[in-house]
């Protein structure tokens, strides 16, 4: 099994009212490959496609920094953008 890394969720930007009461600044953390505690599941099920690729150490090639993607919500009347970051393993 690869490498699996730990993430780094955190709400960079919003617009409208979040129904679930997401904020600017609120951060998730996936340890060890599971799920994080509050966040809410239709904007977990937007961010899948991008912590799929971080927890394993891959990255977009059209992202400046490797280790980080954003993706938004699926309110689009709402729209609650989110940061997900691999954090580095500790030497």
């Not at 930007?13 to 997401?22: F, S």
């Not at 977009?60 to 490797?66: A, G, K, L, M």
């Not at 938004?72 to 691999?86: A, G, H, W």
Request: glycine share 8%; hydrophobic share 35%.
């Amino acid at each position: 099994m690869s490498q699996i890394y730990d993430l780094q969720i955190k709400v960079v930007d919003q617009k409208g009212e979040c129904p679930v009461g997401h904020k600017i600044g609120e951060t998730f953390y996936i340890k060890e490959g599971k799920s994080p505690t509050g966040l809410c599941m239709t904007a977990l099920s937007a961010l899948i496609p991008g912590i799929s690729v971080l927890i394993v150490g891959a990255s977009f090639p059209w992202e400046e920094d490797p280790a980080v993607t954003c993706r938004s919500c699926q309110d689009y009347k709402n729209p609650v953008i989110f940061e997900i970051r691999r954090i580095p393993k500790a030497d």
